[in-house]
């Protein structure tokens, strides 16, 4: 008992220290005088060349006119972004901005791997992230490769989904579910999306970090019709979904997690407790025995290399990707 009091009181004193970090953060990640982001045309697979070219043409923009404000490594940032051999659904570079990326043809693939991240993620960091395969990008990439090398018979698309305001690990967002309710409904549209873009393709959802806690609140407000999109959950990293069990998901299909041994997650006080009127934490560890989900063995991954080229994770969530769960293993 006097170590879980002592837990929670620095968690509280956390949130508390972290409320003064948010507001400095976001007063500092104000962006203003770049070009409107570009209208959404009808998300239609015919649709989807305008799309990915009206947003690769934003990108140049913004990405000429941060140059023109002075800003260098922003420029460089969106400009990479704007490549003519990458595909964006959404993208914006208001603040933190916003990027929904494509790997794959997503109008004919059969399997659609959809990628959630976690805190920290923002367009300055969508290509590298401590490393280049634990940003959305390179994560997304290292996924893709290790898809098509599993099954080279099977049309595979995967979806780097920074589609939502990803909290910074030194705020107050980052300990409550405000971002994540926010960023479940809007991963339950990009779900919707995609079934009228191709409603022939099952669809996984793969969450690092935050992003399991986006994508537990996503599945608990799904009705059965979206469910049925779906061939499985995989989380790994995760601070807690915001749920006491799996099956309080409400999940029709399998749910997997995974903790690396090195991933210092597992020192994070896995509770949720009332403060100042919000709900602080997530719940219990989703990769608890007792939680009741299927286990993802992911090796000695820390927090940021679970999509590591060649490791164990990087196996097995690409596994489940595929619809493949059987195959999951130790080594």
Same mark, same amino acid.
């Given at each position: 008992?006097?170590?879980?009091? &002592?837990?929670?009181?620095?968690?509280? @004193?956390?949130?508390?220290?972290?409320?003064?970090?948010?507001?400095?953060?976001a007063a500092a990640?104000?962006?203003? !005088?770049?070009p409107a982001v570009p209208r959404n045309v009808?998300?239609?697979?015919?649709?989807?060349?305008?799309?990915?070219?009206?947003?690769?043409?934003?990108?140049?923009?913004?990405?000429?006119?941060?140059?023109?404000?002075?800003?260098?490594e922003r420029a460089r940032v969106l400009a990479a972004l704007a490549s003519p051999d990458r595909d964006?659904?959404?993208?914006?570079?208001?603040?933190?901005?916003?990027?929904?990326?494509?790997?794959?043809?997503?109008?004919?693939?059969?399997? &659609?791997?959809?990628?959630? %991240?976690?805190?920290?993620?923002?367009?300055?960091?969508?290509?590298?992230?401590?490393?280049?395969?634990?940003?959305?990008?390179?994560g997304s990439r290292a996924l893709y490769a290790q898809m098509r090398a599993a099954a080279? @018979?099977?049309?595979v698309a995967v979806i780097g989904w920074y589609g939502y305001r990803a909290p910074r690990t030194k705020s107050r967002d980052t300990l409550t579910q405000d971002r994540a309710e926010e960023g479940g409904r809007l991963l339950r549209r990009q779900i919707h999306r995609l079934r009228r873009i191709n409603p022939r393709a099952s669809v996984a959802l793969l969450c690092h970090s935050y992003g399991s806690v986006v994508c537990g609140d996503a599945v608990r407000g799904m009705d059965r019709s979206a469910q049925s999109t779906l061939t499985g959950l995989a989380v790994f990293g995760s601070p807690g979904m915001g749920v006491d069990s799996a099956a309080d998901l409400g999940a029709s299909f399998p749910v997997w997690v995974g903790q690396g041994s090195r991933?210092?997650?597992?020192?994070?006080p896995h509770a949720q407790y009332g403060f100042l009127g919000e709900r602080v934490g997530? !719940?219990?560890?989703?990769?608890?025995?007792?939680?009741?989900?299927? %286990?993802? %063995?992911?090796?000695?991954?820390?927090?940021?290399?679970?999509l590591r080229p060649g490791g164990?994770?990087?196996?097995?969530?690409?596994? &489940? !990707?595929?619809?493949? !769960?059987r195959q999951v293993s130790h080594g």
């Amino acid at each position: 008992m006097r170590a879980a009091r &002592i837990r929670l009181g620095v968690l509280i @004193a956390t949130v508390a220290g972290c409320i003064i970090a948010s507001v400095t953060a976001a007063a500092a990640n104000t962006v203003t !005088g770049l070009p409107a982001v570009p209208r959404n045309v009808a998300l239609t697979a015919e649709d989807l060349p305008e799309l990915y070219g009206e947003n690769r043409s934003y990108l140049t923009r913004v990405a000429e006119a941060a140059g023109r404000m002075g800003d260098g490594e922003r420029a460089r940032v969106l400009a990479a972004l704007a490549s003519p051999d990458r595909d964006f659904l959404e993208v914006s570079a208001d603040g933190d901005g916003r990027a929904v990326e494509v790997l794959g043809d997503l109008a004919k693939a059969q399997r &659609i791997a959809l990628l959630v %991240p976690g805190s920290d993620t923002t367009v300055d960091t969508f290509d590298h992230l401590g490393s280049r395969h634990g940003s959305v990008a390179g994560g997304s990439r290292a996924l893709y490769a290790q898809m098509r090398a599993a099954a080279p @018979a099977t049309r595979v698309a995967v979806i780097g989904w920074y589609g939502y305001r990803a909290p910074r690990t030194k705020s107050r967002d980052t300990l409550t579910q405000d971002r994540a309710e926010e960023g479940g409904r809007l991963l339950r549209r990009q779900i919707h999306r995609l079934r009228r873009i191709n409603p022939r393709a099952s669809v996984a959802l793969l969450c690092h970090s935050y992003g399991s806690v986006v994508c537990g609140d996503a599945v608990r407000g799904m009705d059965r019709s979206a469910q049925s999109t779906l061939t499985g959950l995989a989380v790994f990293g995760s601070p807690g979904m915001g749920v006491d069990s799996a099956a309080d998901l409400g999940a029709s299909f399998p749910v997997w997690v995974g903790q690396g041994s090195r991933d210092w997650i597992s020192n994070v006080p896995h509770a949720q407790y009332g403060f100042l009127g919000e709900r602080v934490g997530f !719940g219990p560890d989703p990769a608890s025995v007792g939680f009741g989900a299927r %286990p993802l %063995p992911a090796g000695d991954s820390r927090h940021g290399d679970y999509l590591r080229p060649g490791g164990l994770a990087l196996r097995n969530i690409a596994l &489940i !990707g595929l619809d493949r !769960g059987r195959q999951v293993s130790h080594g």
